[in-house]
């Protein structure tokens, strides 16, 4: 099975100030056939459920801010909140799904 | 709307078995697979297992190979996982998801296993 890990494992950050995720992959889930990073980003709030926020390691859910943003091919990708707001508080995870899944450890992300 | 409604919290001595099951509405129940992935009490999402349920094909994580037991119906729209030789490592909460051909997009509410003597 492929891992996913993440870093930092928590990170703490002022109101309005950017902050970068880093996801890396033990294989590449670049697909040739079709070119696409079979990639997702997660953002799960205390006692509830994770919540879709980018997938094709880029393409941000319908709905979601556009301050988060995800980038990288590969093994080796980010995700950043460009201007933190309080309502960013969670911890997020990275998964790659493709005939199997697996998340990263997951990073908390705090207020400074 | 989209809804996972899962089976009601179960506590479980050592040894035994569990069965949750996760019934689906406001899609066609055919057209996703059906994801199980657990937490543990302040841990990390991890991915159990997935089924499709049109076909009844499935793939686990190599972490729950021999123990882990996914099944569909698709009369029912209902989605089940029986994890058997249970032991305290497996309280957790465990979660039924959904996907739309890639990423997971809905989730079911949780179903909290505790095991204990």
């Known amino acids: 099975d492929i891992v996913m890990t993440q870093s930092p494992d928590s990170l703490a950050v002022s109101l309005g100030e950017r902050a970068t995720i880093n996801c890396k992959s033990s294989?590449?889930?670049?697909?040739?056939?079709?070119?696409?990073?079979?990639l997702a980003w997660y953002q799960q709030k205390p006692g509830q459920t994770p919540k879709l926020l980018i997938y094709?390691?880029?393409t941000r859910e319908s709905g979601v801010p556009d301050r988060f943003s995800g980038s990288g091919s590969g093994t080796d990708f980010t995700l950043t909140i460009s201007s933190l707001q309080a309502e960013d508080v969670a911890v997020y995870y990275c998964q790659h799904y493709d005939s199997t899944r697996a998340f990263g450890q997951g990073t908390k992300v705090e207020i400074k | 709307q989209v809804q996972l409604v899962q089976s009601g919290a179960e506590v479980k001595k050592p040894g035994a078995s569990v069965k949750v099951s996760c019934k689906a509405s406001?899609?066609?129940?055919?057209?996703?697979?059906i994801h199980w992935v657990r937490q543990a009490p302040g841990q990390r999402l991890e991915w159990m297992a997935w089924?499709?349920?049109?076909?009844?094909?499935?793939k686990y994580s190599q972490k729950f190979q021999g123990r882990l037991t996914i099944t569909s119906d698709t009369s029912a729209s209902t989605g089940y996982m029986e994890l058997s030789s249970l032991t305290s490592e497996d309280t957790a909460v465990y979660y039924c998801?959904?996907?739309?051909?890639?990423?997971?997009?809905?989730w079911g509410q949780g179903t909290l296993v505790t095991v204990s003597s």
């Open positions: 089924i499709n349920p049109a076909y009844g094909n499935t």
């Open positions: 406001g899609y066609t129940f055919i057209n996703s697979a």
């Open positions: 294989r590449s889930v670049l697909y040739s056939s079709n070119n696409k990073n079979y």
């Open positions: 094709w390691a880029s």
């Open positions: 998801a959904k996907d739309r051909g890639g990423p997971i997009d809905y």
